[in-house]
């Protein structure tokens, strides 16, 4: 007698009784991360065909997802919802049929939309772990992020930001004040080009002449000024 193949998954509903059921939202530890704890929704299943069928739904319906992986004992096969665009539209798609997972869902929405904390986002967690409804985990890092997801990653910016310039700072050619105005007026003005300049300036790469002239990035590091901009005009 050969098996009747399951039924593919064909409603937002039927996903929403199966996430209830079996799936779990993981908030991230946050030390690489501090201002911007991040989401994802984690499925898994014995079957792997049960596994790979949630897979199909959810690529069908624009949610993207990680490869069918084995859980981290082996003993199942599990997807996972990262990208912050995913996670937010299969929360919400799934929230009208949730009901263990409800007040979990409900915060990770507010929380990425703007409207509550990570810290109580993790406070909410916690509560529902309380009530039995949410599994206890133990984590290696506190949460502590008293920011919305927006502004912790318009933070993480700024921070990411300030460590490129401090990188560039360090590592690129500074220049003077005095041979920045020179190259640039022997180029714009008197129509030198890049190999006249660069006989005419050995002490400087290529690369630098071509930034001092507003080319390639586009900045130069001038001695005590720090990142200047430069154009090609």
């Not at 006249?196 to 990035?217: H, K, N, V």
Request: aromatic share 10%; proline share 4%; with cysteine.
């Amino acid at each position: 007698m050969h098996c009747q193949p399951v039924p593919a998954y064909d409603s937002w509903q039927q996903v929403a009784g199966y996430f209830d059921g079996d799936g779990t939202i993981v908030i991230s530890d946050t030390s690489n991360q501090p201002y911007k704890p991040s989401l994802s929704l984690v499925l898994a299943d014995q079957s792997a065909e049960q596994t790979l069928m949630l897979k199909d739904f959810f690529r069908s319906h624009g949610v993207k997802t990680s490869n069918v992986l084995k859980t981290s004992k082996a003993t199942a096969h599990m997807i996972a919802v990262s990208r912050f665009g995913s996670v937010l539209a299969a929360l919400k798609a799934m929230l009208p049929y949730l009901f263990k997972k409800s007040n979990e869902a409900r915060a990770a929405i507010g929380y990425y939309e703007g409207r509550i904390q990570g810290n109580d986002l993790a406070a909410v967690f916690k509560d529902e772990v309380k009530t039995g409804r949410r599994e206890n985990r133990n984590r290696k890092v506190v949460i502590d992020a008293p920011f919305t997801y927006p502004d912790g990653d318009a933070m993480m910016k700024a921070r990411r930001k300030e460590r490129i310039r401090a990188a560039i700072a360090r590592t690129r050619a500074k220049v003077s004040r005095k041979d920045y105005e020179a190259i640039r007026a022997d180029h714009f003005k008197f129509g030198r080009s890049l190999s006249e300049l660069a006989e005419l300036y050995p002490q400087y790469a290529r690369e630098t002449i071509r930034r001092i002239l507003g080319r390639g990035r586009g900045y130069v590091l001038i001695s005590g000024e720090g990142v200047v901009p430069s154009s090609d005009v």
